[in-house]
């Protein structure tokens, strides 16, 4: 079974300072990891993956997320927020099997101050 | 990164009557399409997933007779929402996974459906 957890379902920080969005997973197969981001009534657009090759990925706007086995996590971060990053921020898990299925987080929502 | 649309955006409906929703991979091939619900402020709830050619494997809880999902195509896939109620009004979303890139999902822009 597969899960993921999001520490904080809502975060504010202010325009400029470091975004940390906390993401541990539970998997009883290796992990692919994802995060992605919502914007209000819009789908899901992929920020960065995690398929078992380098462990911190980068992504799309300046994301980045390190994946640590030892503490089964999958933070995303970026170092000076915009307020553009303004939305809501979803984890999710797969199998590496074609057939497998993403398990979504509950969700972060990153509220960037003035 | 891949596109996905999906027609309509939007659709207000009376109750009783169905709905057909359209989702389209435009720049790739979808041998698998999910079908997710979304109620406002939450995560996404998989409702069924779809193979091209073959019928949807619904989640738990998901009434098949009721979401009727149709892959006939390795780029089109629908949802029909049948005898809709106030209590299926809701974010509708898909998403493609395929080729080139059989690692991610991409998702399509939403449906919100609204059931008076």
Known sequence: AQSVTQLGSHVSVSEGALVLLRCNYSSSVPPYLFWYVQYPNQGLQLLLKYTSAATLVKGINGFEAEFKKSETSFHLTKPSAHMSDAAEYFCAVSGSGATNKLIFGTGTLLAVQP | ?116
């Open chain 2, 1 to 116: 990164g891949a596109v996905v649309s999906q027609h309509p955006s939007w659709v207000i409906c009376k109750s009783g009557t169905s709905v057909k929703i359209e989702c389209r991979s435009l720049d790739f091939q979808a041998t698998t399409m999910f079908w997710y619900r979304q109620f406002p402020k939450q995560s996404l709830m998989l409702m069924a997933t779809s193979n091209e050619g073959s019928k949807a494997t619904y989640e738990q809880g998901v009434e098949k007779d009721k979401f009727l999902i149709n892959h006939a195509s390795l780029t089109l896939s629908t949802l029909t929402v049948t005898s809709a109620h106030p209590e299926d009004s809701s974010f509708y979303i898909c998403s493609g996974r395929g080729h080139p890139d059989k690692g991610s999902q991409y998702f399509g822009p939403g449906t919100r459906l609204t059931v008076l």
